[in-house]
């Protein structure tokens, strides 16, 4: 059955590949977004990889100002859901800057949901993070496990789960589920959409393949003395692709489902990759060479996490389907054909 959802920050890296596969299922998409990490060509290219038009809105919605205008929209569009995307997503600056991210993350989810409630669309998937359990449990971890974030952006995620889960107590209309994704990689195989970050990456992939195409010299290597089986981080990478996909089939869900209430489902493959590793299979991916030094390592990162996926598998019916060299090798063709990602 076609539906219409929102999707917030939906011009972003995760969001693009969201909307690809919503619009591929056949659904309508309205993006909100106000392009403060995210470009609109993005939208142009979700547009073009899948011919269906996108309806878009740009807006802060963590700015309480802009409430009317997002109420109008939702309600305009008719939508029957949201996924909800949109936040501030960087570790460090989290730790610099705690108030602008409980600002921005904590208002933006709340103005969705007064649109959502508004337009009577009581289904909601919501792009929490693996890093809600912080470094309290065993890897395999499953969504009973401990959770605890170890700064203000993972703590802004758990709190707006908590929020969620208020919200689906309240009124059993709600359908909720809050996605803890492990680590999204990889590009859509038509090179179009990809990770475009600002500045210097914060994160792994980003990095390596800035080293790949000639922008970086190096990568820093955080710590090669974990208790891990080649002393480097180890994390559970996950094709952006399939990670899109989990959405989809946890909407299904949530239009199934006789039960109204909020459910935490991890989203990962289930394995762990090390750093060296991952060097080793994006050298393979894109036959560049990558060099790297062992750097101190970083503070706040924890040895190990992977993720127990059985929860999405048994409630979802979802599975990753692709493998470390087939992040590797989407990943790299985006940042080969793009360069300076979408400013290119
Ligand atoms: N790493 C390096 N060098 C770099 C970047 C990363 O060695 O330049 C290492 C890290 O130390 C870690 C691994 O590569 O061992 C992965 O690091 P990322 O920064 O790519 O990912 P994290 O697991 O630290 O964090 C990611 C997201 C967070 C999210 C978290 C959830 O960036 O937003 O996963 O576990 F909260």
Redesign the pocket.
Known sequence: MTEKFVVTGGAGYIGSHVCVELASAGHDVLVIDDFSNSHPEAVRRIQEITGVDISLLEVDLANPANLPKVIESVGAFDATGAVHLAGL?A?GESVEQPARYYDVNINAALTLLRALENAGAKKLVFSS???VYGDLNESPVNETGATGAANP??RSKLFIEEILKDIATADKDWRIANLRY??PVGAHSSGRIGEDPNGVP????P?IAQVAVGKRDK?????DDYPTRDG??V?DYIHVVDLARGHVAALDYLAETKQGGAIDINLGTGGGVS?KEAVAAFKRASNRDIPFEIAPR?EG?IAE?YADTSLAKDLLNWRATKTLDDMCADHWHWQRNNPNGFKS
Do not use: P, Q
């Open positions: 997503k570790v993070s693996a890093t952006y993972g492990f680590n914060n994160n792994l992939f990095f990568l820093r290597i955080f710590g480097t981080g994390r750093v970083r990162d996490i």
